[in-house]
């Protein structure tokens, strides 16, 4: 049993009418298990200082891989080497991976992340760069890709992560398999805007976290091990929603789990039906 959580992406340009569109502050978690991965996320975004709760965070590429992001969703410039989208870089790395997985994709988005993001610093300099995204420069974008492996066909999931490198004054990436420590519950991870909800709650760290996890766990009576798994996901964005301070994170909860039969969708219908 596993979980885990995320973030997303940016860019921007220096004279030209711009758009910046953030994820807002993003809780993403994911729950893993032998048989399944489920890949939950809030729905709040965030254009120009206006939050709207109504987008669709989590996608799949061509069927096979469930995406999640979380950080500065998109940017538009004129300048066609600077503009960035999570969705389409998400997109273009599955089709020029190398054998179609989770661990290939992730790693072709990393790339064209640090060309996308490398090419908006360079045009604006880090400092109007961050003050003009609300970006941190260790948390540039996360994406996380959800797959079967193509050897064992168990489910497997992979982070790439694109920050700015103070030390070394460029873009870098980091490429890893989500391998979530054990707590006594399940076994997740948490990234995001605010990860100290999830932290808290899915260890039951705090008494107030014993008593959620106590009224939930009464709730799965009758349910399966990986039933459990994919509503505790759920399950910790719905607290991360409820008790953060984060005001960019919010909105209904969307969710997809993977096995080897497929995936299923659990997102709102306005996103079933885009992607």
């Known amino acids: 049993m596993k979980t885990v959580a995320f973030l997303a992406i940016i860019v921007i340009v220096v004279n030209t009418p711009s758009q910046i569109e953030s994820s807002g502050g993003t809780a993403l978690v994911t729950t893993v298990t032998k048989n399944e991965i489920t890949l939950a996320e809030d729905s709040r975004r965030e254009t120009n200082g206006v939050y709207a709760d109504d987008d669709c965070k989590i996608i799949t590429l061509n069927g096979k891989i469930i995406f999640g992001f979380s950080g500065l969703r998109d940017f538009h410039m004129i300048r066609p080497d600077i503009n960035w989208d999570s969705h389409v870089a998400a997109n273009r790395a599955f089709e020029i991976s190398s054998d179609k997985t989770a661990a290939s994709a992730a790693k072709q988005f990393a790339i064209l992340g640090k060309e996308a993001f490398g090419n908006a610093i360079k045009a604006m300099g880090l400092k109007r760069f961050l003050q003009k995204t609300k970006a941190r420069s260790e948390y540039l974008a996360v994406g996380v890709f959800v797959g079967l492996n193509n050897v064992s066909k168990e489910p497997e999931e992979y982070n790439a992560r694109i920050f700015y490198s103070v030390t070394n004054k460029f873009v870098d990436t980091d490429v890893s398999q989500i391998t979530p420590p054990v707590f006594p519950q399940f076994a997740f991870f948490a990234s995001g805007s605010d990860p100290t909800v999830a932290a808290e709650f899915g260890s039951v760290t705090t008494f107030r976290a014993d008593m959620e ?63």
């Open 213 to 275: 996890y106590t009224r939930w766990k009464q709730t799965m009576i009758g349910k399966t091990t990986d039933e459990m798994n994919s509503l505790f996901a759920v399950q910790l964005v719905k607290w991360e929603i409820q008790y953060t301070r984060e005001p960019g994170i919010g909105g209904p909860v969307d969710y997809m789990v993977l096995t080897p039969d497929g995936i299923a969708d659990h997102r709102k219908p306005n996103c079933q039906t885009n992607n």
